[in-house]
């Protein structure tokens, strides 16, 4: 898969993860990676905050890419987040296999595409209440 980082179309997201190639509905699209902690840990870093690129995968196993920049698939956005940009709509889910999280096209992706993942409401819930809390 020929994927690049770019600019976000998302105001204020930062950089994000485009295609260069076209990619078939239901297809993987890239490996979500980074270290591997367990659940103690994974709550420790949410209370600090520093929990930009934390995934869940189950209760002893976690993945936090915060400090691997090379593994590109941190850099997929989530169109329904915070910000939205009218006509942008997520192409892909995170899904599980086994012991590893994969981004995976949930729709056909043009070439030059933004890779944008659907990161659950749960998680914008999340991040709106602890908005509001500070």
Not at 68 to 89: C, F
Not at 97 to 121: M, P, Q, W
């Amino acid at each position: 898969m020929a994927l690049i980082i770019k600019k976000s179309q998302i105001p204020g997201a930062g950089k994000g993860l485009y295609t260069t190639k076209a990619i078939r509905r239901d297809a993987k699209i890239i490996e979500y990676r980074g270290e591997i902690i367990g659940y103690n840990e994974y709550r420790k870093r949410a209370r600090k905050e520093q929990d930009q690129y934390l995934f869940f995968v189950r209760s002893d196993l976690s993945i936090d890419a915060m400090h691997t920049p090379q593994y590109k698939a941190r850099y997929a956005n989530d169109a329904a987040g915070i910000t939205r940009v009218k006509g942008l709509r997520n192409n892909s889910d995170y899904i599980i296999f086994g012991d590893k999280c994969f981004i995976v096209a949930s729709r056909h992706i043009k070439a030059g595409e933004e890779i944008l993942v659907n990161y659950t409401r749960s998680y914008w819930d999340y991040m709106r209440k602890r908005a509001r809390a500070k």
